[in-house]
């Protein structure tokens, strides 16, 4: 089992920046595609990013895209979302999630929630205008 504990959430104004940290324990996890999803009051849950197993590729959803970067740290069995420019819309519980996949990333796989089998707890991010 594999187990994620997400940190870094707080309150911040809009245009400021946050970096979220996900640890991962119980399990390595060089070999798992992980990414990110949020989910606001009253809206469904959404995919924010994802990172392949070792780093080397990287997908967003449009909304984040060249505001938002997913990063990983194998040896430290953690990934990180660093977000600038935010906005009060990015105002959301953001879940680490992981799945052990050692395949390309794709959009009809790594931005779906049922295609990750570990989910973390969730960090509040609220982003005043």
């Known amino acids: 089992q594999v187990q994620l504990v997400e940190s870094g959430g707080g309150l911040v104004q809009a245009g400021g920046s946050l970096r979220l940290s996900c640890a991962a324990s119980?399990?390595?996890?060089?070999?798992?595609?992980m990414g990110w999803f949020r989910q606001a009051p009253g809206k469904e849950r959404e995919f924010v990013a994802a990172?392949?197993?070792?780093?080397?590729?990287?997908y967003y959803a449009d909304s984040v895209k060249g505001r938002f970067t997913i990063s990983r740290d194998n040896a430290k069995n953690t990934v990180y979302l660093q977000m600038n420019s935010l906005k009060p819309e990015d105002t959301a519980v953001y879940y680490c999630?992981?799945?052990?996949?050692?395949?390309?990333?794709?959009?009809?796989?790594?931005?779906?929630?049922?295609?990750?089998?570990?989910w973390g707890q969730g960090t509040q991010v609220t982003v005043s205008s």
């Open positions: 990172i392949s197993w070792n780093g080397g590729s990287t």
């Open positions: 119980g399990r390595t996890v060089s070999s798992y595609a």
């Open positions: 999630v992981a799945e052990p996949s050692q395949s390309p990333l794709t959009t009809n796989s790594n931005t779906l929630p049922n295609f990750y089998d570990y």
